[in-house]
Structure formats: C-alpha cells, structure tokens
C-alpha cells in the first residue's frame, strides 16, 4: 500500500522519514516532491522495521510480506529460537536502523512458527494501525 500525503519539502519531509498515526508505526516516507510525499506501509515487501517484544525485550526484523499484505498482516523474523515471546505480545520499534524512533507500536503477535533450518522463530503480527483506514499521519522529522 502507498498512500500520497499532502505534505512535502517544502514543509520539511525528507525520504525514509517514519510515519505514524496515533503513536503506531504506518511506515516510511519513500520519496518526496515539493508539495507532496509517498509513503510505503510495513505490509510492504521493500519494507523493514527494527523491532522487540514489549514484554520481555526479544528482538527481531518486521518484514512486510506479499502473502501476507493481503490479510493486514506482516511478519517478525530472526526471533532466536529461545526468545521469550508469545501469542498476544504487543512488538515496539526498537529504535535500530535511521528510520523508527525506539518505543512505538507496531503490533500484535498472533501466531508464532519456529523455523528449525536456522534455529529461529517467526511472528505473524497484527498492525496497530488498520492501514486501509488510515486518515492522518504524523512525520517524525529528525534532529
């Protein structure tokens, strides 16, 4: 999904700059024109999101997918296979990387498979923010 936010630089907005709404992560601004900028959600295949379970700290990659960006869903990956993490634990960015910030939302693990080919495991996680409904956004323009 992209969406074209009316803002552009001229206010400021700059490529790979995070967008959130309501304090959860949308994704990233992707490229930028005076007036007006794209932005590429987490469902996204090109998409990529430092990210840790709330609860207990484990720490993984939320990749978009395109099997499951039709159902609103994207998936955490590179979970060590001893993580602490369940079903029902809310994930955060975990402020690794230049695009998110440390601490926001990005969602709910639904359902946990372990991959025992490279002794990890992989979330499917339900996004905050329902990305078909999306209004408003907030930029988080950088220091």
């Known amino acids: 999904t992209l969406y074209v936010v009316n803002k552009g630089s001229l206010q400021g907005i700059e490529r790979d700059m995070a967008v959130l709404s309501g304090g959860s992560v949308v994704g990233r601004v992707e490229s930028v024109g005076l007036n007006w900028c794209k ?3 987490i469902l996204e295949n ?3 999101v430092g990210a840790m379970c709330a609860r207990s700290g484990a720490r993984g990659v939320v990749d978009g997918s395109l099997g499951l960006r039709g159902e609103g869903r994207c998936s955490m990956n590179y979970i060590n ?5 369940t079903v029902g634990d809310k994930i955060i960015s975990s402020g ?6 440390y601490g926001f939302s990005i969602g709910t693990v639904e359902e ?3 991959d025992g080919s490279n002794r990890t495991v992989s979330a499917i996680i339900r996004p905050d923010v329902d ?5 408003r956004v907030m930029i988080v323009k950088r220091k």
């Open 96 to 101: 690794e990387g230049s695009v998110y910030p």
């Open 39 to 41: 932005v590429t959600t």
């Open 81 to 85: 296979e001893f993580a602490d993490i």
């Open 131 to 135: 990305l078909d409904s999306v209004t």
């Open 112 to 114: 946990l498979k372990l």
């Open 46 to 48: 090109a998409s990529s």
